[in-house]
């Protein structure tokens, strides 16, 4: 196969497709579909459960799971980060954990209350398919793209891979609500599952055609090569030392994401259980609805974020868009109605996307010369799993003790340290 240079057009196309394939894991597993499942396997909202010999509430346990998984990530990205790198195979570990995401979706089909511990395994396998994967493909971005696409290309992404899963979750949308009973709801939310799985392992194999193996070659692993990846991991950590822009940014980073992601990660079960619906098909629909507001507005967040980067500079964006996170917060913990809820996912969409595009975006830009690009993407990524780690340990204990409303409200603190911490990021120019 022929290797396209980079920056070219179709490679570009093809790296950003992979946001096509995968984001039906995070609408359909992570954000909709799945969590109402979840909640409908129980007799109540207060229901507990069972599960590694403690008794807990519903989405703490969720949230426990969630964390571990990050957690696991967090710990297997810098390894894995820096073998790719030396053996040249970013593309094999990409497809690796993009497999064992979509075996986990398939899986998803067997859940249930009375084998928890299997379901909670394959809802292990997606969560950690789907961001292992996302590891070697942000990777990827300083090599296909110059500096001046970057923002597009990472928007575009974003872009693609709203459109792509709003697309698939209408469809799940309508075999859930073509059902007039419980039982043939629940079975339809199964099948939804074994589509998620299907959609993300085959459009993904554009993506591996046309992106290139890796930057080096020749090497082959052996037991020293996982000793190299620390000694890469070393000099980079020296590095990102020495390099006051790139290190005070992944401090703000990590702040903001950890609260980005958490809000992301649990939203539809705060609506499930906090908001006052009037029926259980009210809430099913008002739900989905609600994230495919949020993924359609997301697209023009993106694409907004994208063009307010350009004039005010990437650092000012991020500083106004951590702002209306704050609020968004404050406006969360008063939410009672269904129309409330529509609100905020309406500005969450405005918002998510942005963040999201222009966090990846800015780190790419902010990195030396180098072609040791997944090493350094792997911190990236390390940042923001750990994040999510605290942010979800800190969402379940306040749950657990007081609610999800004092939890969310919580996560103000971190969007006003995280826009504290992006004033003191050093500009270069007024394009940063």
Same mark, same amino acid.
């Given at each position: 196969?022929?290797?396209?240079?980079?920056?070219?057009?179709?490679?570009?196309?093809?790296?950003?497709?992979?946001?096509?394939?995968?984001?039906?894991?995070?609408?359909?597993?992570?954000?909709?579909?799945?969590?109402?499942?979840?909640?409908?396997?129980?007799?109540?909202?207060?229901?507990?459960?069972?599960?590694?010999?403690?008794?807990?509430?519903?989405?703490?346990?969720?949230?426990?799971?969630?964390?571990?998984?990050?957690?696991?990530?967090?710990?297997?990205?810098?390894?894995?980060?820096?073998?790719?790198?030396?053996?040249?195979?970013?593309?094999?570990?990409?497809?690796?954990?993009?497999?064992?995401?979509?075996?986990?979706?398939?899986?998803?089909?067997?859940?249930?209350?009375?084998?928890?511990?299997?379901?909670?395994?394959?809802?292990?396998?997606?969560?950690?398919?789907?961001?292992?994967?996302?590891?070697?493909?942000?990777?990827?971005?300083?090599?296909?793209?110059?500096?001046?696409?970057?923002?597009?290309?990472?928007?575009?992404?974003?872009?693609? %891979?709203? &459109?792509? $899963?709003? +697309?698939?979750?209408? !469809?799940?949308?309508?075999?859930?609500?073509?059902?007039?009973? @419980? =039982?043939?709801?629940?079975?339809?939310?199964?099948?939804?599952?074994?589509?998620?799985?299907?959609?993300?392992?085959?459009?993904?194999?554009?993506?591996?055609?046309?992106?290139?193996?890796?930057?080096?070659?020749?090497?082959?692993?052996?037991?020293?090569?996982?000793?190299?990846?620390?000694?890469?991991?070393?000099?980079?950590?020296?590095?990102?030392?020495?390099?006051?822009?790139?290190?005070?940014?992944?401090?703000?980073?990590?702040?903001?994401?950890?609260?980005?992601?958490?809000?992301?990660?649990?939203?539809?079960?705060?609506?499930?259980?906090?908001?006052?619906?009037?029926?259980?098909?009210?809430?099913?629909? %008002?739900? &989905?609805? $609600?994230? +495919?507001?949020?993924? !359609?507005?997301?697209?023009?967040?993106?694409?907004?974020?994208? @063009? =307010?980067?350009?004039?005010?500079?990437?650092?000012?964006?991020?500083?106004?868009?951590?702002?209306?996170?704050?609020?968004?917060?404050?406006?969360?913990?008063?939410?009672?109605?269904?129309?409330?809820?529509?609100?905020?996912?309406?500005?969450?969409?405005?918002?998510?996307?942005?963040?999201?595009?222009?966090?990846?975006?800015?780190?790419?830009?902010?990195?030396?010369?180098?072609?040791?690009?997944?090493?350094?993407?792997?911190?990236?990524?390390?940042?923001?799993?750990?994040?999510?780690?605290?942010?979800?340990?800190?969402?379940?204990?306040?749950?657990?003790?007081?609610?999800?409303?004092?939890?969310?409200?919580?996560?103000?603190?971190?969007?006003?340290?995280?826009?504290? !911490?992006?004033?003191?990021?050093?500009?270069?120019?007024?394009?940063?």
């Amino acid at each position: 196969m022929n290797q396209f240079e980079k920056g070219s057009k179709k490679l570009l196309n093809a790296w950003a497709f992979y946001d096509w394939a995968n984001s039906v894991y995070t609408l359909t597993i992570a954000s909709s579909i799945f969590p109402l499942f979840y909640s409908s396997l129980f007799d109540s909202k207060e229901a507990l459960v069972m599960a590694f010999g403690f008794q807990m509430k519903q989405e703490v346990l969720i949230s426990f799971v969630t964390a571990f998984t990050f957690l696991v990530v967090a710990f297997l990205s810098p390894l894995l980060s820096g073998i790719a790198d030396y053996v040249g195979n970013k593309k094999n570990f990409m497809k690796f954990f993009c497999y064992l995401g979509s075996a986990g979706c398939i899986g998803l089909y067997w859940f249930d209350i009375e084998h928890i511990h299997l379901g909670l395994l394959f809802y292990f396998m997606g969560l950690i398919g789907y961001w292992g994967s996302l590891v070697f493909y942000n990777s990827y971005l300083p090599d296909i793209a110059f500096e001046e696409q970057q923002d597009s290309i990472s928007a575009k992404g974003f872009s693609m %891979g709203y &459109i792509g $899963s709003v +697309l698939l979750l209408v !469809l799940n949308l309508v075999m859930v609500m073509s059902q007039d009973d @419980k =039982a043939g709801a629940i079975k339809m939310m199964k099948y939804s599952f074994i589509t998620v799985g299907i959609w993300w392992a085959l459009f993904s194999q554009y993506t591996f055609y046309i992106l290139p193996k890796g930057v080096s070659s020749g090497h082959k692993v052996t037991k020293d090569v996982v000793f190299n990846g620390f000694k890469e991991l070393k000099i980079v950590w020296n590095q990102l030392k020495q390099n006051l822009r790139l290190k005070r940014y992944l401090n703000a980073f990590f702040v903001f994401s950890m609260a980005v992601q958490t809000i992301m990660l649990m939203a539809v079960y705060y609506g499930e259980k906090e908001i006052a619906w009037t029926s259980d098909s009210e809430k099913t629909t %008002g739900l &989905i609805v $609600s994230i +495919l507001v949020i993924q !359609l507005v997301a697209i023009l967040g993106a694409i907004l974020t994208s @063009k =307010a980067s350009s004039k005010y500079g990437n650092i000012n964006t991020l500083i106004g868009v951590n702002f209306i996170w704050m609020c968004i917060c404050v406006y969360a913990f008063y939410m009672v109605t269904p129309v409330d809820f529509y609100i905020a996912a309406g500005v969450v969409g405005l918002v998510m996307g942005g963040v999201q595009s222009l966090g990846r975006s800015t780190y790419s830009k902010f990195l030396p010369e180098t072609k040791d690009t997944t090493s350094y993407f792997s911190f990236y990524d390390v940042a923001e799993k750990i994040g999510i780690v605290i942010g979800m340990l800190i969402f379940a204990i306040v749950s657990q003790y007081k609610s999800m409303r004092y939890a969310i409200l919580f996560l103000f603190v971190f969007f006003l340290a995280g826009i504290i !911490l992006l004033f003191r990021v050093p500009k270069l120019s007024n394009k940063e």
